[in-house]
């Protein structure tokens, strides 16, 4: 598993998608904190991050399949996925490995983001005065929830050679895990609570307030685990 994370995200470093991904996602939400008067924290009058963490979620949708979008398809097109699996790795260790390595590359977006937290800290009044729990569940609502992301854009892209439909598919499977489950919970008053609580939305949104819950924490690596699991007997079936 070790020797295809590090190959996987040394070429991720050795090619462009690492900095236009790490370049797009910081530019982005730079703009929308700093510099759109809709979203500015300057404008907004409050020592938050909300526009980091209430915005980040749908740059990710189509940030993480970017990333995702060759791991698999991109072998299968070459030809060189049967020669990874015939190697003495596991089934696992190769998803595994290609999971781990996207992950890393999107927490590695994340790291410069920690500066606005302390650009806020400052500019409060009084300095420090902005909520220091809230934000640290938030970037765990965040993290987690681009392992669910990332896991997904797996998926997608082991089941096509086609990088672009590849792309498509987890974008769209990103925002209906994201949020169709809460839009169809309003639908309906019966489980409407059940149908909510499904979802990605009401789970990062719990975590956001800073009560790090350990069902919150549960749900993420449920869904991730699952859909791994799905990744792994996709590939295990040798059907491309």
């Not at 990874?84 to 998803?95: A, E, G, I, N």
């Not at 965040?142 to 598919?169: E, K, P, R, W, Y």
Request: with cysteine.
């Amino acid at each position: 598993m070790i020797q295809v994370f590090a190959k996987e995200f040394n070429s991720f470093l050795n090619s462009l998608i690492a900095y236009i991904v790490i370049g797009f996602f910081l530019t982005g939400i730079g703009l929308m904190m700093w510099v759109f008067p809709e979203t500015s924290v300057l404008d907004y009058g409050f020592a938050d991050l909300d526009t980091l963490f209430s915005m980040g979620p749908y740059v990710f949708i189509f940030l993480i399949p970017a990333i995702t979008m060759k791991s698999f398809a991109e072998e299968k097109k070459m030809g060189t996925l049967e020669l990874l699996l015939t190697k003495p790795l596991s089934d696992w260790h190769v998803v595994l490995g290609k999971f781990l390595a996207a992950w890393a590359l999107v927490f590695l977006a994340l790291i410069p983001t920690i500066i606005y937290y302390f650009t806020v800290y400052r500019l409060g009044n009084p300095v420090g005065n902005i909520d220091t729990a809230g934000v640290i569940g938030s970037y765990l609502g965040l993290t987690l929830l681009a392992m669910v992301f990332c896991a997904i854009g797996l998926l997608a892209s082991s089941l096509t050679s086609n990088q672009v439909v590849s792309f498509i598919l987890a974008a769209f499977l990103c925002f209906i895990i994201y949020t169709g489950f809460d839009s169809l919970s309003s639908l309906g008053a019966n489980a409407a609570l059940f149908v909510k609580q499904a979802g990605i939305l009401y789970h990062y949104e719990a975590l956001s307030k800073g009560l790090v819950d350990s069902r919150d924490v549960i749900y993420f690596l449920s869904v991730t685990g699952f859909v791994l699991l799905t990744t792994k007997v996709v590939i295990s079936s040798r059907q491309w």
